[in-house]
């Protein structure tokens, strides 16, 4: 027969509080603090995707893993040894990805105020635009369509009308 017992109090854990980070950017460490509770060594194993695991130890509840060169996972979990016995965390993933496109504030502010001011322009240029008179000169009586005069040659002709 089996029987459950319900786990020591003193079991060593990750505080409640503790909420592992997601994501990381690139070519920066990543420094980690731990919450435990009832915990007197903590060892921390890590690896990346298909890799082998790397111990790093945690000085004063904190850790440092190392910069990723690219964009990425790595998996870390932390051993934790107390007066219970020693506890075995999940594996956390922390992504990495490139930083986010920054644009300084004042030079977009300069590019919406010139883009303001050349949309102001256009709509002054389109408001000032006066469309061109009809050609009168079709309406012109003595405007002839130009004919083939029978005293010169087939490919010669006259054209009558001020010009």
């Not at 503790?18 to 603090?33: A, D, V």
């Not at 690896?47 to 004063?60: C, D, I, K, S």
């Not at 309406?139 to 010009?163: C, K, T, Y």
């Amino acid at each position: 027969y089996f029987s459950l017992v319900s786990p020591p109090d003193n079991l060593p854990r990750l505080s409640e509080n503790f909420e592992p980070p997601t994501t990381r950017l690139i070519n920066e460490q990543t420094t980690i603090t731990l919450l435990t509770e009832d915990v007197n060594h903590t060892q921390i194993e890590w690896r990346l995707e298909g890799g082998q695991t790397q111990v790093v130890e945690v000085v004063n509840g904190s850790f440092t893993l190392p910069a990723a060169i690219n964009p990425g996972l790595i998996e870390w979990r932390a051993i934790l040894a107390g007066e219970g016995p020693n506890q075995t965390t999940p594996w956390f993933q922390l992504i990495a990805h490139e930083p986010l496109f920054s644009v300084a504030s004042s030079s977009m502010y300069f590019q919406g105020i010139a883009l303001l001011i050349f949309c102001i322009g256009i709509v002054r240029r389109v408001k000032n635009f006066e469309p061109r008179e009809k050609e009168t000169w079709i309406q012109d009586p003595n405007f002839a369509i130009p004919q083939v005069n029978g005293e010169m040659s087939e490919h010669s002709f006259e054209l009558r009308g001020d010009f």
